[in-house]
């Protein structure tokens, strides 16, 4: 089969089409700019054309596409006038994942980390899984993907509401918050059901996190469970100092022994419970578990160290945080691994529609911080009018006495920078905010 990819250099669909390609088929696409996926599948031999446009076309079996691609894309539209099936993303790792013995991990937050986890955990362990990451991480042979003779272990992204159909041999999910409800009837009613329904399509192993509330109501106990407060494995003695955290895992309150993480917050520990929990019920032993995730690198943006001004005192980190729950999470966890040090953020608002829907919850979460600079926004396809911008996060802000400015460019987030001492500068935000983290550490760090 010959695939044509329109996208194909987003970090879910350039793992796709390089699964495709390792399973035997003819893979290339198109991406609307030379990103970083874009140049790395051209390194590996694909073909892919920049821009979107009829001239791209090369006689393909099936279009992939995911939901940012509107039906007016030339090659869309080329597509239904050939009559070659065009199908959404999710749809093509539908079908891969009933093919193969299959372990998803999906929820609102967490799902990449607890991918990444998972996989080191695997391969340590000899199982030799492909893997399908929506984050680059070292362990992984091509950074988001990785070919293996052993189980399909896949990040199923639940934003659009299509990992419901989905039917897996295993499934892990780490939680449900209201994000992307615009994509649910802008019902929180509506995004639980599909976690059901996805959840009754699991044939086997079935983990989920049973302090959260929503799928505690939905599961109830008939799974596996993992918590702090509640589940068959927990949390218990939690303590961090500079650069490491440890707790102790109970499983039915048998102790599985102490595990260390080199990871900071709550929020992680939580992600290597999920890990933890599923290895051992797939029969990998507790010490092989507690080895890998000690030698764990965190995925590219989840707290990733950008540089250091030693003059200064200035640690630059670069985050993927983009919902409140996130944010807060984030900011707690820098407190965590930098107890003497001044936290400030750096913050890009991601999307219109998530600014309106969480309406003041930045600036609640943000609070948590020393100081923050509010990056223009992002607007992630939402190019319509809006009567709202990053300027509501920015007047929250000034309510709650948080010290704040506004960077409308990336020079204005220099000029902040200027002036920090003795601070750990978290860049946050799901949009091009992590180029002005990048851009930062050359200008002030000694690079990683």
Same mark, same amino acid.
């Given at each position: 089969?010959?695939?044509?990819?329109?996208?194909?250099?987003?970090?879910?669909?350039?793992?796709?089409?390089?699964?495709?390609?390792?399973?035997?088929?003819?893979?290339?696409?198109?991406?609307?700019?030379?990103?970083?996926?874009?140049?790395?599948?051209?390194?590996?031999?694909?073909?892919?054309?920049?821009?979107?446009?009829?001239?791209?076309?090369?006689?393909?079996?099936?279009?992939?596409?995911?939901? #940012?691609?509107?039906?007016?894309?030339?090659?869309?539209?080329?597509?239904?006038?050939?009559?070659?099936?065009?199908?959404?993303?999710?749809?093509?790792?539908?079908?891969?994942?009933?093919?193969?013995?299959?372990?998803?991990?999906?929820?609102?937050?967490?799902?990449?980390?607890?991918?990444?986890?998972? !996989?080191?955990?695997?391969?340590?362990?000899?199982?030799?899984? !492909?893997?399908?990451? =929506?984050?680059?991480?070292?362990?992984?042979?091509? =950074?988001?993907?990785?070919?293996?003779?052993?189980?399909?272990?896949?990040?199923?992204?639940?934003?659009?509401?299509?990992? #419901?159909?989905?039917?897996?041999? %295993?499934?892990?999910?780490?939680?449900?918050?209201?994000?992307?409800?615009?994509?649910?009837?802008?019902? !929180?009613?509506?995004?639980?059901?599909?976690?059901?329904?996805?959840?009754?399509?699991?044939?086997?192993?079935?983990?989920?996190?049973?302090?959260?509330?929503?799928?505690?109501?939905?599961?109830?106990?008939?799974?596996?469970?993992?918590?702090?407060?509640?589940?068959?494995?927990?949390?218990?003695?939690?303590?961090?100092?500079?650069?490491?955290?440890?707790?102790?895992?109970?499983?039915?309150?048998?102790?599985?022994?102490?595990?260390?993480?080199?990871?900071?917050?709550?929020?992680?520990?939580?992600?290597?419970?999920?890990?933890?929990?599923?290895?051992?019920?797939?029969?990998?032993?507790?010490?092989?578990?507690?080895?890998?995730?000690?030698?764990?690198?965190?995925?590219?943006?989840?707290?990733?160290?950008?540089?250091?001004?030693?003059?200064?005192?200035?640690?630059?980190?670069?985050?993927?945080? %983009?919902?409140?729950?996130?944010?807060?999470?984030?900011?707690?966890?820098?407190?965590?691994?930098?107890?003497?040090?001044?936290?400030? #953020?750096?913050?890009?608002?991601?999307?219109?529609?998530?600014?309106?829907?969480?309406?003041?919850?930045?600036?609640?979460?943000?609070?948590?911080?020393?100081?923050?600079?509010?990056?223009?926004?992002?607007?992630?396809?939402?190019?319509?009018?809006?009567?709202?911008?990053?300027?509501?996060?920015?007047?929250?802000?000034?309510?709650?006495?948080?010290?704040?400015? %506004? #960077?409308?460019?990336?020079?204005?987030?220099?000029?902040?920078?200027?002036?920090?001492?003795?601070?750990?500068?978290?860049?946050? =935000?799901?949009?091009?905010?992590?180029?002005? !983290?990048?851009?930062?550490?050359?200008?002030?760090?000694?690079?990683?």
């Amino acid at each position: 089969m010959r695939y044509h990819f329109v996208g194909i250099g987003g970090i879910g669909m350039s793992s796709l089409a390089m699964h495709l390609r390792a399973e035997g088929h003819e893979v290339y696409g198109s991406n609307n700019e030379l990103n970083e996926r874009s140049n790395f599948l051209r390194s590996k031999g694909f073909c892919v054309y920049i821009g979107h446009s009829s001239s791209n076309w090369d006689n393909p079996d099936i279009l992939v596409r995911t939901t #940012a691609v509107k039906e007016d894309n030339p090659e869309v539209q080329k597509a239904v006038k050939c009559g070659v099936p065009v199908v959404y993303r999710m749809e093509a790792l539908k079908r891969i994942t009933m093919q193969h013995d299959s372990i998803c991990v999906t929820g609102t937050d967490g799902k990449t980390t607890t991918t990444a986890m998972l !996989s080191k955990i695997l391969i340590d362990a000899g199982r030799d899984p !492909s893997v399908l990451l =929506g984050g680059i991480n070292t362990s992984l042979e091509f =950074g988001n993907y990785r070919r293996g003779s052993g189980p399909l272990l896949t990040e199923l992204d639940e934003s659009d509401g299509f990992f #419901a159909s989905v039917k897996c041999n %295993h499934a892990v999910i780490t939680n449900v918050r209201n994000d992307h409800l615009e994509h649910y009837s802008n019902k !929180s009613e509506s995004l639980r059901d599909h976690f059901w329904h996805f959840g009754n399509n699991v044939s086997g192993l079935l983990v989920y996190n049973s302090d959260d509330p929503v799928l505690s109501s939905i599961f109830n106990g008939s799974c596996i469970s993992f918590g702090r407060e509640s589940g068959l494995y927990k949390i218990t003695g939690r303590r961090h100092s500079a650069a490491v955290q440890e707790f102790e895992v109970l499983y039915k309150n048998h102790s599985l022994g102490n595990y260390v993480l080199r990871t900071p917050g709550e929020f992680n520990a939580y992600n290597a419970l999920a890990a933890i929990a599923t290895s051992v019920e797939l029969g990998i032993d507790p010490d092989s578990v507690r080895e890998s995730l000690l030698q764990f690198s965190p995925v590219d943006r989840r707290f990733s160290f950008r540089g250091k001004n030693d003059l200064r005192n200035l640690d630059l980190i670069d985050d993927y945080a %983009h919902t409140p729950d996130e944010i807060a999470y984030t900011i707690s966890g820098a407190r965590e691994f930098f107890p003497d040090k001044k936290i400030v #953020a750096v913050f890009q608002p991601h999307r219109y529609s998530r600014l309106v829907r969480e309406n003041g919850k930045f600036a609640a979460s943000l609070r948590g911080a020393d100081a923050v600079c509010v990056y223009k926004l992002y607007e992630a396809y939402e190019n319509e009018p809006h009567e709202i911008d990053e300027r509501e996060v920015v007047d929250g802000l000034n309510r709650y006495g948080t010290p704040v400015v %506004h #960077a409308s460019n990336y020079s204005d987030i220099l000029s902040w920078l200027e002036d920090l001492r003795d601070a750990v500068v978290i860049f946050m =935000g799901a949009g091009d905010i992590t180029e002005a !983290s990048k851009l930062s550490a050359m200008k002030f760090c000694t690079m990683t």
